[in-house]
């Protein structure tokens, strides 16, 4: 028995070995550069500088706007879209529903389109005054316009709807797969026991969604904390630095500033925080116990 474990490992010890690299090394390169001046002028001969890096980012970086900023795009972001596809999945788990799968269809839809192309053609619809945001849509449910180029708040609301558009299918479809799943009978079952709507609810559908919940929340949380497309093609961190997130900054300085060592250090610091706070909600939402 003890010979077949070793056999086995070693058919998946390439594998094991081309992930460990694929994510090691990266992350192990960039820690290197942050402690040197690799940029445009330094490139060829470059050398350590220690914290340097890091002193320049928590002194003079807007390290404390860009936290608050890549918090408020992430958990912004996360909850709507969470909320927004949950509540989907209910309204088409129902058995009543008619023509459901025409409405699935039609709702999966913003998923088939290429995100990039969908970004830019909401660009378009929220340009103040012509695109069809600020021109019919918002003024027919009495709303008021959206600027992300002159106010913040229109900006962030701007991002998160464009967003949840992006990706509420994913959430949409996780969820109805979920409630799909939950038996029957425990309805029945519960009906039978005079249980209201509400009680059924909190006390089957929530419990029973609880590892699909725990699962979606943990990956969507690191991929929304990363995202950098719907940022730099919509508002570009602006107005001013406002909608500037970790990614975004250290993309910057990478690719515009041509300072790759200060963008490396970005990368570091914006790793180093996602990581503690995956740790920390798994720790107090007790997730990895709901998978054993």
Known sequence: MKKEKIISFFYIL?????????????????LYISFTNLSLLHFLKYEYVGLRNYMII???GYFTDLLKNTLIWTFGSLVT??????????ILNQ???????????????PWAF???????????????PYGMMNKLILPMLHLPKINALTSTTSAWIELIVTNDWLSFP???????SALQSIPKELYEIAELDGANILSKFTKIT?????????????????FTWNNFYPIFILTGGGPGISTETFVVYAYQDAFTYSNFSLAAAWSVISTAFVTVLGIIVIRYTHILDSFS
Do not use: C, N, R
């Open 58 to 60: 928590f002194k003079y």
């Open 81 to 90: 879209m969470m909320l927004l596809g949950f509540l989907l999945a209910l």
């Open 14 to 30: 390439p594998i094991i070995v081309v992930t460990l690299f694929l994510f090691l090394f990266p992350v192990l390169y960039s």
């Open 170 to 176: 994913y959430f949409m479809t996780v969820f109805y």
């Open 206 to 222: 929530l419990p029973s969604l609880w590892k699909t919940v725990a699962f979606v929340f943990i990956t969507s949380f690191v």
């Open 95 to 109: 058995s009543d529903l008619k023509g459901k799968m025409i409405f699935y269809a039609l709702l999966i839809l």
């Open 114 to 128: 290429p995100g990039f192309i969908s970004i830019l053609i909401w660009q378009g619809l929220w340009v103040d």
